[in-house]
């Protein structure tokens, strides 16, 4: 049986006993400094440590590989001083490489979200339409639409001669502003007929409309119940067909289409039933177009609108009156 040395003190005591038997010499002290220091380093190595490095052996792991038989004692520490340049530089080039993946990314997210705020920015439709009675020019409109995130508002002036009075000049000027469904928030009118001015506000509740009309310094106030999706239609404003060519459903298999709307100067509202006539060429700024062709009935009186596949509102026809809005 082979006896264990339990205090390594004690064996490095004989060793040192067996060293001072020997000749003095130069190589002799060599030697004996040699050992001693030796066992005093194995003397205070921790068994935790001497513990650590059999299971690294055992294991096959990096230690082993630095502990070759082949390699001598200033080798290893040779290469243990360049091992921490060397992971230096491999850790350098890792965060360079990372770095550079990230840099990446934040360029992709950059142009994803500058992207994203492009079709979130304002988009905006400005126009005008000639108004016709009978084949002459009596007015014009201009108007102007903005489409932000979930608001759409449109602001528009109208200026036109009476037919059945040369001499009397209208002239309104409507601010409408609406969610993105184009269903009304709020709508003010201001009219100017040669010289009296008047002022109609609107603001639309859950199922209430709600007038006030101020003309002549008298105020008037009505109200309606409406549904939970109309439009505003007024009369004599050409442009708020638009928002009915945006919404008319060219892929819907019924052709005929209906919309609740409201006419906040007669403080009425009323259905209208839409339907797709078809696409054909129509005279449009002295240009023939090919249009979608649609035909709005109020039950008394038919609206011919054409607009083409943008949704572009060129030409509105009420035939029953003579009456013609052209795109200029």
């Known amino acids: 049986m082979i006896k264990t040395i339990k ?11 067996a060293l001072r038997c020997r000749p003095p010499g130069a190589l002799a002290r060599r030697e004996r400094r040699a050992y001693r220091v ?9 068994a935790g440590l001497r513990a650590a490095a059999r299971r690294g052996a055992a294991a096959g792991g990096h230690l082993l590989c630095w502990r070759s038989s082949t390699m001598s004692s200033h080798r290893l520490r040779r290469a243990a001083l360049h091992l921490p340049a060397r992971r230096s530089r491999r850790s350098a080039s890792l965060i ?23 079709e979130q920015k304002a988009s905006r439709e400005q ?28 602001n528009s002036t109208v200026s036109f001669r009476d037919p059945a009075n040369s001499r009397k000049i209208v002239k309104m000027e409507t601010e409408l502003v609406m969610d993105n469904q184009y269903v009304p928030r709020s709508y003010l009118l201001r009219t100017d007929v040669s ?24 105020p008037r106030r009505s109200g309606l ?11 004599n404003v050409f442009h708020h067909f ?20 409201v006419i906040p100067q007669e403080m009425d509202k009323g259905v209208l039933k839409i339907s797709d006539m078809g696409f054909e060429k ?33 030409k509105i026809a009420l035939p029953a009156k003579g009456i013609e809005g052209v795109r200029d």
């Open 7 to 17: 205090d390594p003190l004690r064996a490095c005591d004989k060793i040192s006993d």
């Open 225 to 235: 119940l409406v549904g939970s999706k109309f439009l505003i239609l007024d009369t």
């Open 96 to 118: 360079l490489s990372q770095a550079l993946r990230l840099g990446t990314c934040a360029v992709f997210l950059l142009v994803l979200s500058i992207g994203y705020c492009d």
């Open 242 to 261: 638009v928002f009915i060519a945006r919404l008319f459903d060219f892929n819907s298999k019924d052709k005929s289409q209906t919309m609740e709307v």
């Open 38 to 46: 030796v066992c005093e380093e194995r003397a205070t190595q921790s």
């Open 195 to 218: 010289g009296q001015k008047g002022t109609m506000r609107a603001a639309f509740a859950q199922g209430e409309a709600s007038f006030e009309l101020l003309a002549g310094g008298i």
């Open 282 to 314: 129509t005279s449009s700024r002295r240009k023939n177009r090919g249009l979608h062709h649609l035909k709005a009935d109020t039950g008394s009186i038919q609206i011919d609108l054409w607009i083409d596949d943008q949704r572009t509102l060129y």
């Open 127 to 154: 126009g005008q339409f000639v108004i016709y009675v009978a084949g002459k020019e009596i007015g014009r409109e201009k108007f102007s639409i903005q489409s932000s995130g979930d608001s759409v508002s449109s």
